[in-house]
């Protein structure tokens, strides 16, 4: 039985990787699918398959899908561009007779709002569509999201955001690493649809609670307008597109759109996600 693993030279991807062996897979059944080789000597080290392929390259694709049983697309990163790249690798899949597709998509990504959002359902329609049965980990919001802005945050005693009093209900990013070696292990996936959020359901009031408790400085939460706030991203130097993605999915946390009390998470690692005060403390 072998299982590929795309954009393994990524967070999430490595994480899966790790979370597979720690299962009991053995590395040379794990085929890691990468764009970049240089990248990727750590995983070979270990003993896994590196197969390059770029998600953009269908013909290479195919030929890195050779034998495999169970494919985990991890989505892409460039932002624009998934549908089409997505399709090329599910394409890939077809024709390198694949047996179950498991996908990282976003939490509720068939009604959300998110500006994330539609890729992830146009790519899901898609493997909706296809002869391989697919299995939909649809991700909440990692809590390392907001280890980039924590140094800011606590300097300035504020957490700007425009979530309102929406609970998110986050995870660290390898609690869904886990979920997903997880699904990767077991049987009996295809056709099944995970809402994977954290334990811990907290509005940005209280994860700025969290961050005056990691930091012994006393921490408010600024509720911004979703206009205002993208304005202030771009103002501190973030690409127009990723402080309008950033205040969208807050926005999208207001309505509750990365909130879920669905268990499913942690029914597929057997505990309580990682709480946001041990992924942020790490970095204080
Ligand atoms: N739930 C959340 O909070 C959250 C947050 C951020 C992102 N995400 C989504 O979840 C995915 C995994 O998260 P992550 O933290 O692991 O992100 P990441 O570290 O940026 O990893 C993305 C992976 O995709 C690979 N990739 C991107 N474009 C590719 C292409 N054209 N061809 C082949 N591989 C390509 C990258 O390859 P390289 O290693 O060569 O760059 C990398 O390995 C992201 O890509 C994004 O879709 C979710």
Redesign the pocket.
């Known amino acids: 039985m072998t299982t590929a693993v ?10 899966v990787v790790d979370a597979l062996i720690e299962r009991g897979v053995a590395p040379a059944e794990i085929v890691a ?4 080789a240089d ?1 990727a000597s750590a995983l070979a080290d270990r003993g896994v398959v590196i197969r390059v ?5 269908t013909a290479a694709l195919t030929s890195a899908l050779a034998g495999v049983d169970k494919l985990l697309l ?6 624009g ?2 549908i089409a ?1 997505h399709n090329n690798v599910i394409d890939a899949a077809e024709a390198a007779g694949v047996s179950l597709i498991a996908y ?1 998509s ?1 939490l509720a990504a068939d009604t959300s709002g998110i500006s ?1 959002a539609p890729e992830h359902k146009a790519t899901e329609e898609r493997l909706t569509a296809s002869s391989i049965p697919a299995v939909f980990l649809r ?4 809590w ?2 907001y280890l980039g802005s924590l140094a800011q945050t606590i300097e300035s005693g504020v957490l700007l955001g425009a979530a309102g009093n929406g609970k998110l209900a ?1 995870a660290s ?1 390898a609690d ?1 690493a886990e979920a997903a070696a997880a699904v990767l292990t077991l049987d009996g996936q295809g056709g099944k649809v995970y809402e994977l959020g954290g334990s811990e359901r907290l509005t940005y009031g209280e994860l700025a609670d969290v961050i005056s408790e990691i930091s012994g400085k006393s921490i408010v939460y600024k509720d911004l307008a979703e206009s205002e706030y993208a304005a202030i991203l771009q103002g501190a130097g973030l690409p127009d597109f990723v402080a309008a993605m950033l205040a969208s999915a807050d926005a999208g946390i207001s309505r509750g759109e990365l909130d879920t009390d669905s268990g499913d998470l942690q029914a597929l690692i057997g505990r309580a996600s990682t709480p946001a005060a041990q992924v942020l403390r790490a970095a204080v």
Request: glycine share 14%.
């Open positions: 795309t954009g393994a030279t990524g967070n999430l991807g490595g994480l699918v990468v764009r970049n990248k392929a770029d998600y953009s390259d991890v989505s892409g990163s460039e932002v561009q998934r790249q990282t976003l994330l991700n909440g919001w990692y390392e999201n986050a990013r869904f």
